[in-house]
T-cell receptor, first 114, second 116 residues
Framework: GAVVSQHPSWVICKSGTSVKIECRSLDFQATTMFWYRQFPKQSLMLMAT?????????EQGVEKDKFLINHASLTLSTLTVTSAHPEDSSFYICSASGRLGELFFGEGSRLTVL | SQELEQSPQSLIVQEGKNLTINCTSSKTLYGLYWYKQKYGEGLIFLMMLQKGGEEKSHEKITAKLDEKKQQSSLHITASQPSHAGIYLCGADMLPRSGGSNYKLTFGKGTLLTVNP
C-alpha cells in the first residue's frame, strides 16, 4: 500500500532556531499533502494544505510566516518552523492521499524547543 | 461545539471481549476515515467509508457508516492486546473540489486498553 514517510521523527532545538520537517510519499505521487499538529492527549488539527507547485493554503489562526511550507515536487513537502519557541513544541504529522482516496499519514515528527 | 463527537473517550476491556466506538457528526459527511494511533506515533489507516450504509471489515475490525452519513461505528470482535491504542475518526465534511480536498476534521479519539 501507499506509504508516507516523515523525517526527522524527533528533533530538539534551541529557541530561535528554525527546523525543517520533510514529508515524502514513497510509492505514489501526491499533488496535495496536508500538515497537522497534535498536542499531547489531543486530536489532530489541520494546519495547512500543501499544493505542489503553488502556495500552501493555511487554516485560520496558523501563521504563514511561522510555518513555511514548500511542496517542490510530487513526492516531497517540507514544513519549516521558523524562529521556533517552546510553544511550538508539538507533534507534527503530514498526510497524502492515495490513488483510491485513502488518506495516509506519516509517522509524525516530535519537535521539542528548549 | 465539537463538530465530530467521538465516544467513549476511553475504554478498558478484557481480552476476548467485543467493543464499539462511535463517531457522530451534526453534518452530513462526504467521507469518514478510521485510524489507529499509538501515542506519539503516526496514524495507521484502518478504513474509509463514503457511501451511506456502507460497511467494511478487516480482520476483526468492522466499520459502518449510517444511511444518513452522519454516524459511524467501529466494532472490534474478540479484542486482543494488539488492538490497544488510540482510535481516531476523521471526517471529510466538505465537498471534494478538484477531487483532492481532503480536509479532515478529527474526533478527540478513544483510548482503548485491552487487559490480557
Amino acid at each position: 500500500g501507499a506509504v508516507v514517510s516523515q523525517h526527522p521523527s524527533w528533533v530538539i532545538c534551541k529557541s530561535g532556531t528554525s527546523v525543517k520537517i520533510e514529508c515524502r510519499s514513497l510509492d505514489f505521487q501526491a499533488t496535495t499533502m496536508f500538515w497537522y499538529r497534535q498536542f499531547p492527549k489531543q486530536s489532530l488539527m489541520l494546519m495547512a494544505t500543501s499544493n505542489e507547485g503553488s502556495k500552501a493554503t493555511y487554516e485560520q489562526g496558523v501563521e504563514k510566516d511561522k510555518f513555511l511550507i514548500n511542496h517542490a515536487s510530487l513526492t516531497l513537502s517540507t514544513l519549516t518552523v521558523t524562529s521556533a519557541h517552546p510553544e511550538d513544541s508539538s507533534f507534527y504529522i503530514c498526510s497524502a492521499s492515495g490513488r483510491l482516496g485513502e488518506l495516509f499519514f506519516g509517522e509524525g515528527s516530535r519537535l521539542t524547543v528548549l | 461545539s465539537q463538530e465530530l463527537e467521538q465516544s467513549p473517550q476511553s475504554l478498558i476491556v478484557q481480552e476476548g471481549k467485543n467493543l464499539t466506538i462511535n463517531c457522530t457528526s451534526s453534518k452530513t459527511l462526504y467521507g469518514l476515515y478510521w485510524y489507529k494511533q499509538k501515542y506519539g506515533e503516526g496514524l495507521i489507516f484502518l478504513m474509509m467509508l463514503q457511501k451511506g450504509g456502507e460497511e467494511k471489515s478487516h480482520e476483526k475490525i468492522t466499520a459502518k457508516l449510517d444511511e444518513k452519513k452522519q454516524q459511524s461505528s467501529l466494532h472490534i470482535t474478540a479484542s486482543q492486546p494488539s488492538h490497544a491504542g488510540i482510535y481516531l475518526c476523521g471526517a471529510d465534511m466538505l465537498p471534494r473540489s478538484g477531487g483532492s480536498n481532503y480536509k479532515l476534521t478529527f474526533g478527540k479519539g478513544t483510548l482503548l486498553t485491552v487487559n490480557p
